[in-house]
């Protein structure tokens, strides 16, 4: 046997290993671990390294010693972008991943990224400098000998040791583990329901042949039996629809607050209130609000956020959802205000460039006819940062004043966005021990936030627009505890609903726990719009609101994005 050209590959063997073992300490998995999924996983990271060392070969025209170089490449690589990754968004790179990689170029996600690095990440630089002397000190002659015969070896313990394990599973009669063990490829509803626990088990190579069809953009295709679950579902108004609230024309502004959390409302830090003019909304009985709202988001975060509020769909699980929505037909919210005759035109503000997170073909979409970005702000107030938030709420105050009504804004701010090791300077300082530096700094930016909120409403006072729209403001996803540094001490992750001058009775609606996907269709039923598609979520403004499987409607939201479901249905 060629121990060293073993030995060698072993290296790349241990970086994936490694990477899983990262992750599975930091990340939530849907199915709990138990022992034929860690031995999946050991087969699993086998597989994937011997695919990238064939690869490899080819690669390199067979040559052994420079395949091995390039394979410990590519599985740190892998290893190393997906632990990064996973502290920010909870799960492993998806299969289309690579398409975002343009939102690097972005400076809150570099700033983001550069606040994810962990001292336990020098195992790859110490892994590296091992794998390089091992390298340097055997010669090509040395790796190419037996090299095949060595595979076959390694394989065929792996083989035994295979069924040696079904064996034992045998003699203890646990077939549930043993059923479970011998499903060589995901399947397909398994991967889309719960991506991290079969990505874990069946490895990125099997994952990518049971999810070809990512890479290749493909439709799935329905049986009438799910067909008929969607339509079922969604044509059910008992809980979507009560009465129109809103008469006349009204323009809709809807603000989205980056990771707001409803925790903040109310809460005192030093003695000095944090959102003072949210909390005055709060107070104010004329004013809808509702703190309990469970965000909704996969691993597209604030892209996923927009896409709840915007379609009445919830995101994909496996994928960021705008990677894939971005082809098929939509029912906007704002599509639909204007098709009913309610709205006139529609506008978004946005802090980024246009094409972040696909802005400007996800906009089509939704229905949204128009986009403002940084890039129609003056340059010399911001250089090419993305904006903050007074230069956001700058911008849309300007478009609002000039727009015909009623109108749909979109308005997106960014000042709270994580890295929290740092905050905006602006006057507002906290100093409690009890909290994390991290904690304290996004207290600091959501009263900035609050501040910004409070001066653009009274710009659509002093503009008359303010009594003649209804307007939104709510988070487009949570601050997760861990950027805040308060893993001990968990925060909620409820997120908070402000709806103002929509003449609802406070004493008539749902103020208990909910979910983002509720917002579509409660906007629908205030402006009494009636059309076919509602939204998969309930009304707030029925007091008789019904909690609801979130799983269930998740598995319908992945059948209609993924199979193009509404352009069928119109072809139809």
């Not at 949210?278 to 988001?297: A, E």
């Not at 105050?397 to 994580?418: D, G, I």
């Not at 905050?423 to 991290?438: I, N, R, W, Y």
């Amino acid at each position: 046997m060629n121990t060293n050209f073993l030995l060698l590959f072993g290296l790349s063997v241990v970086n994936l290993l490694f990477m899983h073992g990262q992750m599975s300490m930091t990340m939530k998995y849907e199915y709990p671990f138990n022992e034929d999924a860690i031995f999946s996983n050991v087969f699993s990271c086998l597989i994937d390294a011997t695919f990238f060392f064939l690869l490899s070969l080819l690669l390199t025209r067979w040559r052994v010693k420079g395949a091995l170089l390039l394979t410990f490449i590519l599985t740190v690589l892998l290893s190393f972008f997906n632990v990064l990754y996973s502290r920010f968004f909870d799960h492993y790179l998806p299969n289309l991943a690579i398409l975002q990689i343009g939102n690097m170029n972005d400076s809150s996600v570099m700033g983001s990224t550069l606040t994810g690095f962990r001292w336990m990440d020098l195992f790859y630089m110490l892994w590296a400098f091992l794998f390089g002397w091992l390298y340097k000190r055997y010669d090509k002659v040395m790796l190419r000998t037996q090299w095949l015969r060595t595979m076959g070896l390694l394989w065929g313990a792996m083989v035994a040791g295979v069924v040696a394990f079904i064996l034992v599973l045998d003699l203890l009669h646990d077939h549930n583990l043993k059923t479970s063990f011998i499903r060589f490829f995901p399947i397909k509803q398994q991967h889309t329901q719960a991506p991290n626990s079969m990505l874990y088990r069946s490895g990125f190579l099997r994952r990518a042949l049971v999810c070809y069809d990512d890479f290749i953009q493909k439709d799935w295709e329905l049986d009438e039996s799910q067909k008929a679950d969607i339509k079922r579902e969604y044509s059910d108004y008992r809980q979507r629809t009560t009465k129109a609230i809103v008469e006349g024309e009204k323009n809709l502004i809807f603000i989205i607050v980056e990771s707001y959390l409803s925790v903040t409302s109310d809460l005192k830090v030093d003695g000095k209130e944090i959102t003072p003019f949210l909390n005055s909304l709060k107070r104010d009985s004329t004013v809808f609000y509702n703190g309990h709202m469970r965000p909704n988001i996969e691993m597209g975060e604030s892209s996923d956020g927009q896409f709840v509020y915007m379609t009445g769909l919830l995101p994909l699980k496996s994928e960021m959802t705008v990677n894939i929505a971005k082809d098929k037909t939509l029912y906007g919210l704002p599509e639909a205000l204007m098709k009913a005759g309610r709205l006139k035109h529609s506008h978004i503000i946005i802090p980024t460039s246009p094409t972040f997170w696909e802005q400007d073909k996800m906009n089509l979409r939704y229905g949204i006819e128009q986009m403002y970005s940084k890039f129609d702000c003056d340059k010399a107030l911001h250089g090419n940062k993305d904006l903050d938030d007074e230069m956001v709420f700058m911008i849309a105050s300007r478009v609002e004043a000039a727009a015909e009504q009623p109108f749909f804004s979109l308005v997106v701010t960014m000042s709270m966005h994580n890295p929290y090791t740092k905050c905006v300077e602006h006057g507002f300082t906290l100093a409690d021990k009890t909290m994390s530096k991290e904690y304290l700094n996004y207290l600091v930016d959501c009263h900035y936030t609050d501040m910004q909120i409070e001066k653009y409403i009274n710009s659509l006072k002093q503009q008359g627009l303010y009594d003649n729209s209804v307007i939104v403001i709510t988070s487009d996803h949570h601050a997760h505890s861990e950027h805040l540094n308060m893993c001990n001490n968990q925060v909620s992750d409820e997120l908070p609903l402000y709806i103002i001058n929509s003449d609802v009775d406070r004493d008539h609606v749902w103020t208990g726990r909910c979910n983002q996907l509720d917002v579509y269709t409660t906007l629908l039923d205030i402006y009494g719009v009636r059309p076919e598609w509602r939204g998969l979520g309930r009304t707030l403004l029925n007091v008789n609101y019904q909690e609801y499987p979130i799983e269930k409607l998740q598995t319908l939201s992945n059948w209609i994005i993924r199979s193009n479901y509404f352009e069928m249905e119109r072809k139809h």
